[in-house]
């Protein structure tokens, strides 16, 4: 039966890895994982990944959020086509993220047989490098099964070792760490038993406190489009000066940003004209905000239940700082997926990417003043965010979207909104060209990078939604 565990990330994904970087210039592929921008689905590897051995599961799976990125636009010897790598490649992450859909159509099972077809019309780049002679790889071989296993025993997370592996932690390793490593097996057994007993009596307490539940229809597999947005009851920084704003968070428009944001949310119909010329008679009834360094986001299930305790994804905009040591930690400033009114659950028409460069709030006396009592809630919690282009046409060879910031008589276009409307981060490759530039860093490359391609890899929700 398929097994997402072992014959795709330690398997076709392990061999993909070692196929690229003997492709390619290991420092090349190492420097460009060093300049990848953080985000909270990405883990980054600074050190590169061709000194890695013995990579995990996990580890393979953190890769393939970020591999496609790494290569494309990349040099390779003999000046051979770059585009047939790419295709190759984003072919498997395609059938890798579609077989762990959690339910399935006959067009999602149709677009796994293309994403597999799409991996073996280009893979013959692999023999022109010389790298391979064959393919025959009886874990690339299964995948020709994948749809049909699919339809007689259901998706593959029914059947994926990954989560008899997972129990290896809790029935080998942590039961191993509370013997004294001398005749282990016997403590072992008998601390497991114990923990069992432990796990029954507390179900007990509880049946015998709650009673007996009524039955509950289970609910039916989610894909899990829904998010909600959690902030924290108290700002990180309770008092800002606004010449503090525009200095440390790089917002250099903030008070004509907000004057024509106070305005267009008191009165919606003006035309763009009109909203300059009302703007400029805003007056401000403050000199600091209160500011947020992080956004949360929790997910919402078929029920619409919300789990508080799991964070699926975050936004970070915090200035740099200084540790306890005096080491300076560079500002992180993460880019998002905003709603521009009409988006929907899926696909990117009616969203656009920015940069949010401060989340901030207002005190409710200068809320009172700015925004009469009127049908309209005055906004909790506002961002200062710097634009991107819209989304265009994707790639024809990656299927990512290409954008760049929107630039106006040379300044970066900026504006406020609720932070309502933010759908979740997103993740950009910078295009890297045929060399990374030296002068990138993690920290720095999306101010310095011109154009950047809209990461759908970076997790499973990403991959749902940017199509």
């Excluded at 762990?100 to 022109?128: C, E, G, M, V």
């Excluded at 489009?225 to 902030?231: C, E, L, S, T, V």
């Excluded at 805003?282 to 799991?310: C, E, M, N, W, Y």
Aim: glycine residues 6%; proline residues 5%.
């Amino acid at each position: 039966s398929p097994d997402v565990l072992h014959q795709l990330y330690q398997g076709i994904i392990k061999h993909l890895t070692e196929w690229i970087k003997e492709a390619c210039s290991e420092a090349e592929i190492d420097a460009r994982c060093r300049r990848l921008p953080p985000n909270h689905n990405i883990c980054l590897f600074l050190k590169g990944i061709s000194h890695l051995s013995r990579v995990s599961g996990t580890e393979h799976n953190q890769i393939c959020r970020f591999l496609l990125g790494i290569v494309i636009g990349i040099q390779l010897p003999g000046n051979l086509n770059n585009g047939r790598l790419t295709r190759a490649i984003c072919g498997i992450l395609d059938f890798l993220y579609l077989a762990q859909y959690p339910s399935h159509t006959d067009q999602t099972l149709a677009l796994l047989d293309d994403a597999l077809t799409r991996f073996h019309n280009n893979k013959d780049i692999f023999l022109d490098l010389g790298i391979r002679s064959n393919f025959n790889l009886p874990k690339l071989h299964s995948f020709r099964h994948y749809v049909h296993m699919i339809k007689m025993y259901g998706t593959t997370d029914n059947y994926n070792t990954e989560y008899t592996e997972h129990l290896h932690i809790d029935l080998t390793k942590d039961a191993y760490k509370a013997t004294n490593h001398k005749d282990e097996y016997s403590q072992m057994t008998l601390w497991l038993e114990r923990r069992e007993k432990m796990l029954w009596h507390d179900n007990f307490v509880k049946w015998r406190l709650v009673g007996d539940l009524a039955s509950q229809e289970r609910p039916p597999p989610d894909m899990d489009y829904r998010r909600a947005i959690k902030m924290t009851k108290h700002p990180t920084v309770r008092r800002v000066p606004l010449d503090h704003i525009v200095q440390d968070y790089g917002t250099t428009f903030f008070t004509a940003a907000l004057a024509r944001y106070v305005v267009g949310r008191n009165q919606p119909g003006l035309s763009a004209a009109q909203l300059e010329r009302e703007a400029a008679h805003i007056i401000l009834p403050f000199d600091a905000v209160a500011t947020f360094h992080r956004i949360k986001f929790h997910a919402i299930d078929a029920h619409g239940f919300q789990d508080s305790s799991v964070t699926v994804d975050s936004v970070h905009s915090q200035p740099s700082r200084k540790d306890k040591r005096g080491h300076m930690i560079p500002a992180c400033f993460d880019t998002v997926l905003v709603n521009e009114g009409d988006g929907w659950i899926t696909g990117v028409n009616g969203y656009r990417v920015a940069q949010v460069r401060v989340v901030f709030t207002l005190t409710s006396q200068a809320t009172n003043l700015l925004f009469p009592a009127g049908p309209l809630k005055p906004p909790a919690h506002l961002a200062y965010v710097e634009w991107f282009t819209p989304f265009q046409q994707p790639e024809s060879h990656h299927g990512l979207y290409k954008i760049c910031r929107l630039m106006r008589h040379g300044e970066r276009l900026a504006s406020i909104f609720d932070v309502s409307d933010i759908r979740r981060s997103v993740h950009l490759f910078p295009n890297f060209g045929a060399v990374v530039p030296h002068e990138w860093t993690s920290s720095t490359v999306l101010e310095l990078c011109p154009s950047f391609f809209v990461n759908s890899f970076s997790d499973r929700h990403a991959y749902l939604t940017i199509v």
